[in-house]
Antibody, heavy 126, light 108 residues
Framework: QVQLQESGPGLVKPSETLSLTCAVSGYSISSGFYCGWIRQSPGKGLEWIGNIDHNGNTHYNPSLMSRVTISRDTSKNHLSLRLSSVTAADTAMYYC???????????????????WGQGTMVTVSS | DIQMTQSPSSLSASVGDRVTITCRASQSIGTYLNWYQQKSGKAPNVLIYAASSLQSGVPSRFKGSGSGTDFTLTITSLQPEDFATYYCQYSHSSATWAFGQGTKVEIK
């Protein structure tokens, strides 16, 4: 059974760096799947943060690109999220998710977040 | 970047009703469109991928349709467990992946 579990500090001070980990079980992150991070501010919608593929290549939301780093540790089968220079606007529930891949009849592959972690709440406050 | 716009932002319906949610892309996205359901306090779950393909384990009352810029999620007979918020999402290759703002389905 595929499972993802986020963890990290629930409180981060403004201007510091938010660091989260996502432990993956049930499949290898160095296999054909990508993984991604998504966040949701309280009472708001979902925001895609970025992905990392099975080769370690990353793809980020341009609105966060200057502050975000997604990495992976294949020996521990987990991925990490770092978001620097945080402000109150970064207060959110942070989710990691597996990215499934599907192939259309023609054209490039499509992607879908097919397994989600339960999320971890991060508050930015002094 | 492609923007995804859902309508309505919320709706009230009764058990057994047919419910339709619309998602519009700011430019053509083929069928690179997914639908998710999020219940209060829980992580989202995928219902539909590739605009119309039903995710394994999802009840057949959920139907997705559309291509290009206009997409629809239909719940053919609303059940008590379907009261939730629904999101569409565009995800293709190296483009900026984007979610719609969500549609909250409430009990009438």
């Amino acid at each position: 059974q595929v499972q993802l579990q986020e963890s990290g500090p629930g409180l981060v001070k403004p201007s510091e760096t938010l660091s989260l980990t996502c432990a993956v079980s049930g499949y290898s992150i160095s296999s054909g799947f990508y993984c991604g991070w998504i966040r949701q501010s309280p009472g708001k919608g979902l925001e895609w943060i970025g992905n990392i593929d099975h080769n370690g290549n990353t793809h980020y939301n341009p609105s966060l690109m200057s502050r975000v780093t997604i990495s992976r540790d294949t020996s521990k089968n987990h991925l990490s999220l770092r978001l620097s220079s945080v402000t109150a606007a970064d207060t959110a529930m942070y989710y990691c998710a597996r990215v499934g891949i599907w192939m259309p009849p023609s054209g490039d592959e499509g992607f879908v977040f097919d397994v989600w972690g339960q999320g971890t709440m991060v508050t930015v406050s002094s | 970047d492609i923007q995804m716009t859902q309508s309505p932002s919320s709706l009230s319906a009764s058990v057994g009703d047919r419910v339709t949610i619309t998602c519009r892309a700011s430019q053509s996205i083929g069928t690179y469109l997914n639908w998710y359901q999020q219940k209060s306090g829980k992580a989202p779950n995928v219902l539909i991928y590739a605009a119309s393909s039903l995710q394994s384990g999802v009840p057949s009352r959920f139907k997705g349709s559309g291509s290009g810029t206009d997409f629809t999620l239909t719940i053919t007979s609303l059940q008590p467990e379907d009261f939730a918020t629904y999101y569409c999402q565009y995800s293709h290759s190296s483009a900026t992946w984007a979610f719609g703002q969500g549609t909250k389905v409430e009990i009438k």
